[in-house]
């Protein structure tokens, strides 16, 4: 009789315990979420500023995020041709690097204001989350050659200087790729 209570004890409690177990599979807390528009990186002689901006309303979502794009863009552009001037006039002979390095930084801090506000949109995608709070991501593009081009016409109002333009389109397409192309 003690057996059977003990065996009827042991049974029950293996049946209440194998019930404990939850029949739902309980989720990761963490979800994975793929930013919109993170496929367009910079590279191969294009740079791309990557923003967002939030708020109740779309249009001031829109304005944040182009701020912080063109921001964001800017800031490579700047990077960039500050590599390329270093790297351009230390490829000259001494005599032509001093003049050329200050023509140049003078010329492309005209010239990077000009081309952002020229830079091109290439993704504008929009989200609403459930307390209608407006997110847009949008990604601005700015090609290199577009950019040379502005700086060859600011650097043509001055013929004291001479340029080496291919040297420099070199250059410039080098820095961007190694910059931002990792």
């Known amino acids: 009789m003690k057996k059977i209570f003990i065996f009827t004890m042991c049974a ?9 177990r939850s029949s739902k599979q309980e989720k990761s807390p963490i979800e994975t979420f793929v930013m919109p528009c993170s496929e367009y990186t910079s590279g191969e002689g294009v740079l791309r500023a990557w923003a967002s901006g939030a708020s109740d309303n779309e249009t001031t979502a829109r304005k ?38 200050s023509f ?3 010329r492309t801090k005209i010239t990077v204001e000009k081309s952002i506000s020229g830079a091109t949109i290439i993704c504008d ?20 050659s577009e ?4 700086l060859y016409e600011e650097i043509s109002k001055n013929q004291e200087v001479s340029i080496n333009k291919q040297l420099l389109e070199e250059l410039f397409i080098k820095n961007i790729n190694e910059n931002f192309n990792k």
């Open 12 to 20: 029950i409690s293996i049946v209440l315990l194998g019930s404990c």
């Open 64 to 101: 944040k995020a182009l701020a912080v794009a063109s921001a964001e863009l800017a800031a490579m552009l700047s990077k960039t041709v500050q590599s390329t001037t270093e790297d351009y006039s230390s490829a000259l002979t001494e005599g032509e690097q001093v003049s050329s390095k």
């Open 104 to 106: 140049l930084s003078d």
């Open 125 to 144: 995608r929009w989200n609403k989350d459930e307390n209608g709070q407006y997110t847009n991501y949008i990604v601005l593009e700015l090609k290199g």
């Open 147 to 150: 950019y040379l081009k502005a």
